[in-house]
């Protein structure tokens, strides 16, 4: 995520060059090892109040520089006054920034997804910036995406900027500024009881896949759409597990059978089928539900996507297909 959220400034500010023709001088800010944050003061000494203290990545307009050297901490280097991309003026200890570097407008984008594709970040509720970083580069993203023309771009930093939304809501106790930033984002929201909390509406990320279902992209949408919590709550209700794969695991599956996630999505429907072997969920093999349709459809549905996997390389789709019968015959035993 840390990739992603200094690329996706990076090419901000690159876009903000673009549309208005200027030749700034741009320098990109970042922390010493010692620090949480970049501060950016008032004054041009450590005695200036910190206007902003910011996260490694943001492209900032260099319009001044002082004379003369100063040492802070034992770093010792220029103070460069910039502009923020919100507009915020402030200067900030050479040590603390580097001079950007156009050149490098590709490799900022071949890092971009790095890290979400690494399977220690799965899904979106990992928190790895503070709120209001999120809140910022949301905003940002906002500002420039209609200013992009390649719809590849274009459709990253959409993904983008919904995973900076979602990323948001996690965290606990709430921001003083909580309350507003999800009254100005409430169409994409909706809140679960169960949680008793925010999460991103189901619909959002699938319909971002749906626009751009022919593009590259379209796998990490899918993924994220497919591990983005639904809310609720199964109550150890073997049904509701399925329809809730259905919705997230299974979908991902049946669009992009041989995607990037597929293995992860298989492994972890094979973690369910065993736990219902070893220890069924309540009603497990109970078909007298009155509340429930028939629930046929629902298991074929799941039976199919795992077909549809079967051509891949390794043995995971025939194994969750053995694991999937196993659980599929129990639940229909008193058929035969």
């Given amino acids: 995520m840390r990739h992603f959220i200094k690329a996706s400034v990076i090419f901000f500010m690159i876009g903000l060059c673009a549309v208005y023709g200027t030749e700034q001088k741009r320098r990109v800010l970042s922390r010493a090892s010692d620090q949480e944050k970049v501060p950016v003061r008032s004054e041009p000494n450590i005695k200036g109040k910190i206007l902003k203290e910011l ?17 802070v901490e034992g770093l010792t280097n220029y103070w460069y006054k910039i ?14 920034t580097s001079t950007f570097d156009p050149e490098y407008e590709s490799k900022y984008y071949k890092n971009l997804y790095k890290e979400l594709r690494l399977p220690d970040f799965p899904n979106l509720a990992i928190r790895q ?5 999120y809140v910022y580069i ?10 992009v023309k390649d719809v590849e771009t274009a459709a990253k930093l959409k993904l983008g900027r919904l995973m900076c939304l979602q990323r948001s809501l996690a965290f606990r106790p709430y921001p003083p500024d909580f309350d507003e930033w999800v009254k100005e984002n409430k169409d994409h929201l909706h809140y679960d009881t169960f949680r008793g909390q925010w999460l991103l509406k189901y619909e959002v990320l699938w319909n971002l896949h749906d626009e751009y279902r022919n593009l590259p992209i379209a796998d990490d949408i899918a993924w994220e759409a497919a591990s983005n919590p639904l809310g609720g709550e199964c109550e150890n209700d073997f049904l509701c597990y399925i329809k809730m794969f259905n919705a ?7 669009l992009h059978p041989e995607g990037m996630y597929a293995p992860l999505a298989l492994e972890r429907l094979i973690s369910f089928f065993e736990e219902c072997l070893e220890e069924p969920p309540d ?15 629902q298991l074929e ?9 079967l051509e891949a390389k390794d043995k995971r789709p025939e194994r969750a297909l053995s694991q999937f019968e196993k659980t599929f015959e129990i639940y229909f035993k008193k058929d035969k």
């Avoid at 502009?83 to 603390?96: E, M, Y």
């Avoid at 910036?129 to 970083?133: C, L, M, P, Q």
């Avoid at 997230?248 to 049946?254: P, S």
């Fill in 55 to 71: 996260s490694d990545g943001i492209v900032a307009d260099e319009i001044d520089r002082t004379d003369q050297k100063d040492t």
């Fill in 83 to 96: 502009v923020l991309p919100d507009g915020t003026q402030g200067w900030v200890l050479g040590s603390n």
């Fill in 129 to 133: 910036h503070s709120f209001s970083d």
């Fill in 138 to 147: 949301f905003h940002v993203l906002t500002a420039v995406i209609p200013e």
């Fill in 248 to 254: 997230t695991l299974v979908k991902y599956l049946r």
């Fill in 283 to 297: 009603n497990f093999g109970d078909k007298a539900y009155k509340s429930y349709p028939d629930p046929r459809p």
């Fill in 301 to 309: 549905l799941m039976r199919e996507a795992l077909k549809l996997v």
